[in-house]
């Protein structure tokens, strides 16, 4: 072990620089976010990921983000073990008529003020899911959702950029968008 | 031994006797009368032979076999009324099974006994789905846990949505002070309707659906279900691509297993292990992207072959991933196996036995980890594995330690498979069109079992012949993974319970559908 934390010492790391934020992210956080929050939220925000019928590839990408590559806790970002602890909920999958209530009473005991971010292409509508008897449809269906981040299941790299627009607002669009 | 043997009624002999059905390759499938589908019965309970599967139809029910002589066959049995004979009352591995066939299909299972709803929770606004006439809504009934008895025994109710980023599932414990007396699953809470979405769709839009049964194994299923697809269909994919899917397959093994490797020392807060394993799997992921245009390969094997070739730059890509990880996995075994404090927590813990496994036809690590050497790849094999040199590990011990080394091995196996495909990738074409019309207008059924990272896949599939996908059954290595879970997390304490759970990673969503 003692050679493994030598060589970490040494090496470069394996650290990614921060993304740019994506822009259509911002233009939809635009409408979600209000300066206020995000002051007092400061560049901290504990996030509680739910599944909600996922067929588990978004799950993997959510791990991903906590690799030395995209090192999420560096933006502040932490994942939490319970609702009660957080300010926004990750959410995945097509909503199952199964998962419906939890998600609902998860939501509940998110305490305000809280965020919902939709992750993938099943959270949107259902994705290639929708219309079947045991399918709610897409996560705005069951909860308000302020962001959606596409992508089946959306790299590691796409979720970060999301969260990131989703804090901080980067080019100011999300500071006007409420004046 | 060989005067018993004689007596023995083999697969084929049951299948002999049916009513043999055309179109049903690789492997025969006939439907037989009620006193041949209880010598089949008689045979699994007594451990002579293994359940593959078990799916249902509006009218029949259908159960996939491995005899002795590891032959494999489909008996259907028509179920007059919706009953037919249990075969879970006498074999449990059918159990979860044959309930999720009754709340799909209105299917009654006599003597089933276990009739609580499985997969129906009571909210989809409809029961039996899948039958031929669909039922008005079930009551959202209560779920009745088994009953543990005793002095100052406690229930802990978990889930269904967990504290870690994992699918959603109930366990509901019964404890008496740390140790589990009983721990009682309850799934389906990610049930989509996959098989109910499959009928009536096109081959394209199946294998997406197909792709999108468990997120972690999309490579697999896809793959399982293109295969199936091909053989009820006559095609044969082009050479060049049959070894970029086992390329696929392997790149999929090599990013679970290092992740499930360094997830299950976390569960133990050894977080060193899982910080190298999750670079080591966060390399193969952007290899298979520079190699293949997505991280998880999703949608990357299509009936007919692959959806992208693999350019000089992707194999060079996949050369220098396979010579980091050679370079840095050797270091963590090292320091895994000569961690103590790492090695009190996974030697002994969570043990599976033998017997179980055996029974239950448990795949890949979970049984090879308790004695069960079957792997898809080699029996009943398919190309181009038949063509490739590799090992499948066995251990004995059947605790979480004998998991990991199983997958430790694998890892070294699938690098190994990784440059032996490299090296002899034959050239061409990587795509034949599918004609899926055919003018007999019979319909015709394929069925493919494949080595996922988890063990093996079965994809049963009957194509209409107008093309489309009549009836589709995806049976995830899970179901018979998920009892077992139940039964090696007894008298282990409750703190425990993420290093077992980790060790075994049952897919939710596979089972579920």
Redesign the interface.
Same mark, same amino acid.
């Given at each position: 072990?003692r050679? #493994? #934390?030598f060589e970490s010492l040494i090496r470069p790391p394996?650290t990614e620089r921060p993304p740019q934020v994506s822009d259509a992210a911002v233009d939809e956080l635009a409408r979600a976010l209000d300066g206020v929050a995000r002051k007092r939220l400061g560049r901290s925000l504990s996030i509680r990921?739910?599944? =909600?019928?996922?067929?588990?590839?978004?799950? #993997?990408?959510?791990? =991903?983000l906590?690799? !030395?590559?995209y090192d999420i806790e560096r933006f502040g970002f932490r994942?939490v !073990?319970? *609702?009660r602890h957080a300010d926004m909920l990750l959410v995945t999958? *097509?909503v199952?008529?199964?998962?419906?209530? =939890?998600l609902k009473r998860?939501f509940d005991a998110t305490p305000n003020p809280k965020w919902v971010v939709a992750l993938g292409d099943c959270a949107k509508d259902g994705g290639?899911?929708a219309?079947?008897? !045991?399918?709610v449809g897409g996560v705005s269906d069951v909860v308000p959702v302020d962001l959606h981040i596409p992508g089946? *299941?959306p =790299?590691p790299i796409e979720i970060l950029k999301g969260l990131i627009a989703l804090l901080d607002g980067a080019n100011g669009k999300a500071g006007a968008a409420k004046g | 031994m060989r005067m018993t043997r004689k007596n023995m009624p083999a697969l084929a002999d049951l299948v002999e006797a049916g009513r043999r059905i055309e179109h049903h390759i690789p492997w025969p499938r006939a439907v037989v009368p009620p006193k041949a589908w209880n010598v089949a019965v008689e045979q699994l309970a007594d451990g002579r032979w293994s359940l593959l599967g078990l799916w249902g139809e509006p009218d029949k029910v259908h159960m996939a076999l491995l005899d002795e002589a590891l032959d494999i066959g489909v008996i259907s049995l028509d179920c007059r009324g919706g009953r037919y004979p249990s075969v879970g009352q006498y074999h449990p591995p059918a159990l979860r099974l044959e309930r999720a066939a009754a709340d799909l299909f209105g299917l009654a299972p006599q003597g089933l006994p276990d009739t609580r709803r499985w997969l129906d929770h009571g909210q989809w606004g409809v029961s039996h789905p899948l039958a031929a006439q669909p039922g008005g809504p079930a009551a959202a009934a209560s779920y009745r846990f088994l009953a543990a008895e005793g002095e100052s025994l406690h229930q802990i109710a978990v889930g269904p949505v967990h504290a870690g980023i994992i699918e959603p599932g109930h366990f509901r414990f019964t404890a008496g002070g740390e140790t589990v007396v009983r721990l009682e699953e309850r799934l389906g809470y990610v049930h989509k309707g996959i098989e109910g979405l499959m009928r009536g769709a096109s081959i394209d839009r199946a294998a997406r659906l197909a792709g999108r049964t468990s997120g972690d194994s999309t490579v697999a299923y896809s793959l399982a279900f293109a295969r199936a697809v091909e053989v009820a269909l006559g095609i044969t994919p082009p050479p060049r691509a049959t070894w970029l899917r086992a390329l696929m397959a392997e790149l999929e093994r090599l990013a679970n297993h290092l992740g499930d490797i360094g997830a299950i020392c976390n569960d133990a807060a050894f977080a060193i292990m899982h910080a190298h394993c999750g670079v080591l799997r966060e390399r193969v992921l952007r290899a298979a992207d520079a190699a293949f245009g997505h991280r998880l390969m999703r949608d990357r094997i299509l009936p007919g072959g692959t959806a992208s070739d693999l350019s000089e730059a992707g194999a060079s890509a996949i050369r220098s991933l396979v010579a980091e990880i050679r370079q840095r996995f050797s270091h963590l075994v090292e320091l895994y196996d000569n961690t103590a404090s790492l090695q009190d927590r996974t030697v002994a813990t969570g043990r599976l036995t033998v017997e179980l496994a055996r029974q239950y036809a448990a795949g890949g690590y979970v049984g090879r980890a308790s004695g069960r050497d079957f792997d898809a790849r080699r029996m009943p094999g398919y190309a181009p594995y038949d063509q490739l040199a590799f090992d499948v590990p066995v251990l004995q011990e059947g605790d979480v330690n004998a998991r990991v080394w199983i997958r430790v091995r694998e890892v070294e196996q699938s690098l190994s498979l990784v440059e032996q495909i490299l090296g002899r990738l034959p050239a061409g074409p990587t795509l034949v069109e599918v004609e899926a019309d055919n003018a007999a207008d019979e319909p015709r059924e394929g069925m493919a079992l494949v080595e996922g990272f988890r063990g093996d896949i079965l994809v049963w599939l009957r194509i209409g012949g107008d093309g489309l996908v009549k009836r589709c059954h995806l049976r995830d290595p899970s179901w018979f993974q998920w009892p077992l879970l139940e039964a090696a997390i007894e008298g282990n304490i409750v703190a425990d319970f993420p290093i077992c759970n980790k060790s075994f990673n049952c897919s939710y969503s596979g089972q579920d559908l």
């Open positions: 072990m050679k #493994l #934390l394996l990921a739910v599944d =909600a019928g996922s067929c588990n590839g978004c799950e #993997l990408e959510m791990h =991903a906590n690799n !030395a590559f994942f !073990a319970s *609702p999958g *097509p199952t008529k199964n998962m419906r209530e =939890a998860t290639c899911f219309g079947s008897y !045991a399918i089946c *299941p =790299a | -």
